[in-house]
């Protein structure tokens, strides 16, 4: 019989999306078994605001951390919705990193070696993409295990 795989190292990929928060808890859970240590990381789109004194785009220091704040609120939101007070909050730390979140969550994927990374799809099926764009794109292109919790339908 096969033995089970222990995953030493969990990233997981959070946004405001219900699977996403479905994928935090999953994650969560398969690390409490594991005794894993977690990374969870909301990957932003970098942010842009109009200068009318410059008359250009620019991003600001400011909306930045204004972001990684709300992000930041959102984990701990998560956590304490979730019942997860079982899990050594030592072993978890979070991230808000800026630019495209598939490769972002490949690249950490690969520094951090991680043994599995749990996405939330942003689709709930239909036309085009099944799982959504970063999903799929980090499920073909990873070097790990990718596990895929999806929307409902």
């Known amino acids: 019989m096969p033995q089970a795989v222990k995953n030493k190292r969990i990233l997981i990929g959070i946004n405001f999306m219900d699977s996403a928060r479905d994928a935090f808890y999953a994650g969560l859970r398969i690390a409490m078994q594991d005794e894993a240590e977690v990374f969870v990381v909301h990957v932003a789109e ?34 304490n919705e979730g019942g997860t007070e079982s899990i050594d909050r030592r072993k978890v730390h979070g991230s808000v990193e800026v630019g495209k979140p598939s490769a972002v969550i490949l690249e950490m994927a690969k520094d951090k070696k991680i043994d599995l990374i749990v996405l939330g799809s942003s689709a709930a099926g239909g036309k085009g993409s099944e799982l959504g764009h970063t999903a799929e794109r980090v499920m073909r292109e990873a070097e790990c295990s990718v596990y895929i919790v999806r929307a409902e339908r």
């Open 46 to 79: 970098p942010i842009r605001s109009f200068d009318l004194t410059k008359k250009r785009y620019v991003e600001t220091k400011d909306v930045i951390e204004r972001v990684e704040e709300g992000i930041r609120w959102r984990i701990d939101e998560l956590w």
